[in-house]
């Protein structure tokens, strides 16, 4: 059965996934990298990085997966739909290789990059991306791949198998909340908290396939 | 040098240290025991309880404290202070065994109880009522009790040396926030993340002493 998986993804200790602020030359907004430092540091993400747990856990990003759904917020800058020539942050080979659905409320033509990453850009419910992205991916598993709002529609929505989620101890104190709107959802995911000598402590939120 | 320490604070997933609606009938509100039943279980809690990680963190409460400070909404019920007999939820022997400063807005006699403790009720702010607990704890370290805003002020105003804080895998979606206001405390303290096996994930926020 395919699962619906979301990786590696950083929040704060006060929850938050993403700062304020975000421009093209902020993605993050306040918040800067200061996420991510975990991840950066792994030889998942640099040859000659890190070889421990994190690396371990960040590396479960890609295996088995056939397709990623992505929000308006994570393919570009703010007014990006405004902008033809924008094809996401990530230059001619995005490291997706699979089709990435991108939810949008300004549709725009499929976009075949090198690597085998093909941008659809769909306005869209969350099941009806899932469906989408299911069929896209052939049996493998769906990528919900951020930003914060996308993840928590479809946490909230019940579609997602298994959540990472990585609390960095920072205090952000403003930005996007992840946990918001889902009170009680311990009761349907069995939790795994295991901390890293970066600091980081990792969270596994999973469950069995519908 | 007398330090300033926090124990066995515990907050959920969404960085809430109580529930909404809080009552008599109701001291955490919606929250009911749950950010607790980690503790509940430990041999420090009761006999026969576990002995772990867990019951080892608990106890550190414990040693070396010459006296509490807590908020109003730790001391009693919302309207309490309009109660003549309200003496505090923990009965004729209370807890602490220390004089303890009640912070509030509404100041009565002292309350001499069992087994060393005394209550103080002071409507003064948290640098004051740390001078006034570090005098009566006579070399000896202040604990701040709680409740959340209680911790929040002291966090803020820079007086608290070591903040240990239980993060519980549970989503209360509401109540009253730890972390609002703090952002960028990283910066002040050294942080350890030690997980156990129940589940919970300790931070010791510590600092040496000013």
């Not at 990786?7 to 700062?19: E, I, K, P």
């Amino acid at each position: 059965m395919s699962r619906t998986r979301v990786h590696n993804f950083s929040v704060s200790l006060d929850g938050f996934g993403t700062g304020e602020r975000q421009s093209r030359e902020a993605p993050f907004g306040h918040a800067g990298e200061r996420l991510h430092e975990w991840m950066f540091a792994t030889r998942f993400w640099k040859p000659g990085g890190s070889d421990g747990v994190d690396d371990a856990i960040a590396r479960e990003h890609e295996p088995g997966i056939g397709a990623e759904i992505m929000g308006a917020g994570k393919y570009g800058y703010p007014g990006w739909h405004e902008d033809p020539d924008w094809t996401g942050w990530w230059g001619p080979n995005p490291p997706f290789h699979t089709p990435v659905f991108v939810l949008t409320h300004h549709p725009r033509a499929p976009l075949e990059m090198e690597g085998g990453t093909t941008f659809h850009f769909v306005d869209a419910s969350p099941a009806e991306a899932l469906d989408a992205a299911r069929e896209a991916a052939d049996g493998l598993d769906v990528r919900i791949g951020g930003g914060v709002t996308t993840v928590r529609d479809f946490v909230a929505a019940g579609l997602v198998d298994h959540l990472h989620v990585v609390v960095v101890p920072i205090v952000l104190g403003r930005g996007v909340r992840l946990w918001y709107g889902l009170e009680a959802l311990e009761q349907e995911y069995a939790i795994e908290a295991t901390p890293s000598p970066s600091g980081v402590t990792h969270l596994t939120f999973s469950r069995s396939s519908g």
